[in-house]
């Protein structure tokens, strides 16, 4: 079945050690999105890829960024992780308005 | 800009019971609209959406959603509510733009007592 896949399920990283979440999809959608959801709260978009264009929101830290090296994958990184950023990050990608298509996510935990 | 709001954030139902999860959002234009649910620890999945047409949408689940344009709302409905059904729900709007980016109300919390 074409999907949205995140891995890992769970990461553990160190206080300030950089990290990559990965998303990957067999949907062939050219957006692909990043959302941060902290405990019990709704998932905040932290960024798009609109095909190669990258689209930051404005209050999304410096500390993110994002790769995207094809139509597939889509990485998330985390340059100097800090306790707050403890969270689950969720990948969604989408094709026009029908399509859009949550991953399972992937829960970081920051020690 | 587009918004989602969700009034309440913790409801409790019995089993059997119907419920009811509403949703207002603020958009210039006709929005695209989901309801998502979300189990503890879980990823989020779409329980239903409405881009047009009908106004009455049918999800999985046995879950339905009315999309009322003069009130600005798409609430969530289901006539007997199941002790499975107990998690947190999300309505999402959604911008027609070139891409299409959605937003999250601040979600629901659902108990459901036996």
């Known amino acids: 079945d074409a999907m949205v896949i995140q891995n890992p399920r769970y990461q553990v990283t160190q206080f300030g050690k950089p990290v990559t979440l990965s998303c990957s999809q067999t949907?062939?959608?050219?957006?692909m999105y990043w959302y941060q959801q902290k405990s019990s709260q709704a998932p905040k978009l932290l960024f798009h890829?609109?095909?190669?264009?990258?689209?930051n929101e404005a209050d999304t830290p410096d500390n993110f960024q994002s790769r995207r090296p094809n139509t597939s994958f889509c990485f998330l990184d985390i340059r100097s992780p800090g306790l707050g950023d403890a969270a689950m990050y969720l990948c969604?990608?989408?094709?026009?308005?029908?399509?859009?298509?949550f991953g399972s996510g992937t829960r970081l935990t920051v020690v | 800009a587009q918004s989602v709001t969700q009034p309440d954030i913790h409801i409790t139902v019995s089993e059997g019971a119907s419920l009811e999860l509403r949703c207002n959002y603020s958009?210039?234009?006709?929005?695209?609209l989901f309801w998502y649910v979300q189990s503890p620890g879980q990823g989020l999945q779409l329980l239903l959406k409405?881009?047009?047409?009908?106004?009455l949408v049918q999800g999985i689940k046995g879950f339905e959603a009315e999309f009322k344009r003069s009130q600005s709302s798409f609430n969530l409905r289901k006539p007997s509510v199941h002790w499975s059904d107990a998690a947190e729900y999300f309505c999402?709007?959604?911008?027609?733009?070139?891409?299409?980016?959605?937003?999250f109300g601040p979600g629901t919390s659902l108990s459901v007592i036996p």
């Open positions: 890829y609109y095909d190669k264009d990258f689209n």
């Open positions: 969604a990608t989408s094709k026009g308005a029908y399509g859009y298509t």
């Open positions: 999402a709007v959604g911008a027609k733009t070139s891409y299409d980016k959605v937003i």
């Open positions: 409405y881009f047009s047409g009908d106004t």
């Open positions: 958009y210039g234009a006709t929005p695209y």
């Open positions: 949907l062939n959608h050219n957006v």
